[in-house]
């Protein structure tokens, strides 16, 4: 399985809701990431796990809260959202830990979750 | 701090004619480099990908990327570009020597091909 998969595709809500998004991967790979992709932007980063633990946060704001539950799954939940946060959700993830080296530093992407907040 | 740079946010080509996306980058160290590709609403694929050793990278779909460290670029071609090649194309790169495997993209370019 070279998969990695995301839950819902499509999500609408409102800035009061509480919702999570879900991505999944059964390659074995130790290290996961939320990117987030604007309309004609390229995707920037906003969490990285390795080995299950937070390894990197880039100053994303409390309302976004990554959880990672075991080493295939990521969540990252939402609550008290604004409109602007509308946008792409991708999830990636990469063979071993963050180190680098030539076949860690592949990241497979999923096919993303798209975001409305209204 | 490293930055991509893609030349040209729109490229039209023929079918059948040479696609040639253009990527420089600016870096402290030796970077790896990647290509990616994103069809509308979808999730990036990648390309292909230079870390070390020979310069002239061959990817998936036909695509290959030659380093040039010397003009600090790593330009995406294809010899004839197919219809399924309208998307849109990332470079990004990354520090081998920095702690997180974090990517850097560029702006992207979108890729149309005429019939």
């Known amino acids: 399985d070279t998969e990695v998969t995301q839950t819902p595709k499509h999500l609408v809500m409102g800035m009061t809701n509480k919702k999570s998004l879900k991505c999944e991967q059964h390659?074995?790979?130790?290290?996961m990431y939320w990117y987030k992709q604007k309309a004609k932007k390229p995707p920037e980063l906003m969490f990285v796990?390795?080995?299950?633990?937070?390894?990197i946060n880039e100053s994303v704001p409390s309302r976004f809260s990554p959880e990672c539950p075991n080493s295939s799954l990521l969540n990252l939940h939402l609550h008290a959202l604004q409109p602007e946060d509308s946008a792409l959700y991708l999830c990636?993830?990469?063979?071993?830990?963050?180190?680098?080296?030539?076949?860690?530093?592949?990241?497979?992407f999923g096919p993303g979750t798209r975001l409305t907040v209204l | 701090a490293q930055s991509v740079t893609q030349l040209g946010s729109h490229v039209s080509v023929s079918e059948g004619a040479l696609v040639l996306l253009r990527c420089n980058y600016s870096s402290s160290v030796p970077p790896y480099l990647f290509w990616y590709v994103q069809y509308p609403n979808q999730g990036l694929q990648l390309l292909l990908k230079y870390t070390t050793g020979a310069t002239l990278v061959k990817g998936i779909n036909g695509f290959e990327a030659e380093f040039k460290k010397s003009e600090t670029s790593f330009h995406l071609t294809k010899p004839s570009a197919h219809m399924s090649d309208a998307a849109e194309y990332f470079c990004a790169v990354s520090d081998p020597q920095e702690y997180g495997n974090k990517l850097v993209f560029g702006a992207g370019t979108i890729l149309r091909v005429k019939s």
């Open positions: 990636a993830s990469s063979q071993g830990g963050l180190a680098g080296g030539p076949s860690r530093n592949e990241q497979f």
């Open positions: 796990y390795s080995y299950e633990k937070l390894s």
């Open positions: 390659m074995g790979h130790r290290a």
